[in-house]
């Protein structure tokens, strides 16, 4: 396989792993039922006529599905349908700047429905879990009760400063059992603080993923000012039967609180590897987006790359800028169910990590991301030989995105991954991730946050946010595969990433990631959950 086919192979898997959990991985091997339908069947016919698919109350935007008890703990699950047994996975969290006690969480929702004869049904919807009492009781609300998509993922949240949330999303429509078109971008916007949604397409995908079109891929939002918001996405663009031509990176913006986007524009400039952006915007108002470009067709080595574009038509202002090689290629990672993956474990995972803008100085960005750095390279492909360690990497600019400087691994034992970064309001870049530097075995993880000592500095404390463990080698209830029987039912899909988002009056940061301390029962088993898990901290 050739490292073009090898990446368009894993953005398909990352793109419909948004909408789909049951797939070969997703139910073990001695699974005692059929599955009847691969993909999200909402509205579409499925191969059991009689069946009875998993969707939730009827509610329309604006109506409360539910809402959590009060929770007074350290952290909070936020979803609140106690009846389901569904997971949650790929977060993302934004705090309202008008009101700090409204916050959006957004994450991969999966609402099952289970049929006589054991036969097993799904919806795949993302949902807002919104608070108003700073994290002390969540509701969730339908972002796409009216949509003509039946399915969406790659949750993306964003506040501009008046207050108005925007949340980007993945669209589906499936044309079978075993196929999908691919997906437009979305982005639903909310005057009301989550409760109340308007949903529009930004940019149409084309094609299926075995024919020729565009294969539209992880999108993310930033906003500012008074209804003024960016979407950054990828377009793989296929040829014959699905084959690779080209990656590039695109971005749309809106001026008037999401009702209507600009022309897409590419800004990737002539890299055509491109994938993963992320947008930030500066305290001047400028705006920046990262992004992985795989540059060395050889080892399979990605660059970090950032572009500055306008913020008023979303044109690329420069070329893009090499910030550094990435330690991800095609031997550095050992490698299960034929994605990257680490020690011990069958779930995939990347490096791709996010770009963070300093407050206090307009000129101060950050890209930080994971890599394969500290361990030992090339990976043993079989990860139950590999021995890994994954760390978090930091680098950082001075001057507008310009320059900048080497990297800075954030030393710690066993695998870090899937960061999300952020600067506090001292100018502190705050970094959560899955983190196995606790558990000697290098099985267990715990979400931690990563805070810089002085501005600046690169240097970081860690401590963890989650209060307890989760073990994603082995006992999953969801994603699971069993390829090791020391291991059974090991964790196949964990998402693809998690978020923080600073608090904007100083009190502190909040986190959101996929939680597996939880044990759920479905359809005569009991394993690991995934379930959306908030934190305050200082």
């Known amino acids: 396989m050739s490292r073009r086919t090898a990446r368009l192979s894993a953005v398909i898997l990352a793109v419909l792993a948004a909408a789909l959990m049951v797939s070969v991985a997703a139910f073990a091997d001695d699974e005692p039922q059929p599955v009847d ?29 539910c809402t959590t008890v009060v929770q007074t703990a350290a952290q909070a699950n936020t979803d609140c349908e106690t009846t389901s047994t569904g997971p949650h996975n790929e977060t993302s969290i934004a705090v309202n700047p008008t009101n700090v006690n409204n916050m959006i969480g957004g994450a991969n929702d999966y609402q ?85 949604w308007d949903e529009v397409r930004v940019a149409a995908g084309s094609g299926t993923e075995t024919s020729v079109g565009d294969l539209l891929d992880k999108e993310y939002v930033a906003a500012w000012g008074n209804g003024n918001a960016i979407v950054t996405y990828g377009d793989f663009r296929l040829g014959q039967k699905g084959s690779f031509i080209s990656a590039k990176i695109y971005d749309s913006v809106t001026h008037d609180f999401g009702k209507t986007w600009s022309t897409p524009q590419l800004i990737s400039g002539s890299l055509d590897e491109a994938f993963v952006s992320t947008p930030v915007v500066a305290a001047d108002g400028r705006i920046y987006v990262s992004f992985l470009n795989t540059t060395d067709l050889t080892t399979g080595r990605d660059d970090y790359e950032v572009v500055e574009v306008s913020p008023s038509t979303g044109s690329p202002v420069n ?22 993956t680490y020690q011990d474990s069958v779930f995939r995972s990347w490096a791709a990590g996010n770009i963070a803008a300093d407050p206090k100085n307009a000129k ?103 209060t307890a463990q989760s073990d994603p080698t082995k006992g999953d209830r969801w994603f699971a595969a069993t390829l090791n029987a020391g291991f059974p039912f090991a964790t196949a899909f964990l998402g693809d990433y998690s978020g923080i988002a600073i608090i904007p009056d100083g009190s502190g940061v909040v986190s959101y990631w996929t939680d597996m301390r939880n044990d759920v029962t479905f359809a005569g088993r009991t394993g690991h959950g995934e379930d959306a898990y908030f934190a305050k901290t200082p």
Do not use: C
């Open 37 to 65: 339908f691969t993909h999200n069947p909402f509205d579409a016919p499925a191969p059991v006529p009689s069946a009875t698919f998993g969707s939730g109350p009827a509610v329309k935007t604006g109506t409360a599905i």
């Open 112 to 196: 099952l429905g289970l049929n006589p004869g054991g036969h097993v049904s799904e919806t795949v919807r993302s949902r807002a879990h919104v608070t108003f009492d700073g994290g002390k009781t969540w509701s969730m609300y339908p972002v796409f009760s009216n949509s003509a998509y039946q399915g969406t993922g790659d949750p993306a949240l964003a506040f501009d400063a008046s207050g108005h949330a925007y949340y980007g999303t993945l669209g589906f429509r499936f044309v079978g059992p075993a196929n999908a078109t691919n997906p437009d971008v979305l982005v639903s916007n909310s005057g009301d603080g989550g409760k109340t």
């Open 364 to 466: 101060h960005l950050a890209v930080v991301w994971s890599d394969m750095r500290n361990s030992t390279t090339p990976a043993p492909s079989n990860p139950y030989v590999a021995k890994t360690n994954s760390d978090l990497v930091v680098s950082q600019s001075f001057d507008n995105g310009r320059t900048w400087s080497a990297p800075v691994a954030i030393a710690l034992p066993g695998d870090q991954f899937q960061s999300w970064s952020a600067y506090d309001t001292n100018g502190l870049l705050r970094v959560g991730a899955f983190d196995r530097s606790a558990d000697p075995s290098n099985h267990l993880y715990n979400y931690s946050l990563s805070t810089e000592t002085s501005p600046g500095s690169l240097t970081f404390g860690t401590t963890p946010v989650s």
């Open 319 to 340: 070329d893009p800028v090499k910030v550094a090689t990435v330690i991800d290629g095609a031997t550095d990672y050992p490698i299960a169910l034929g994605r990257q």
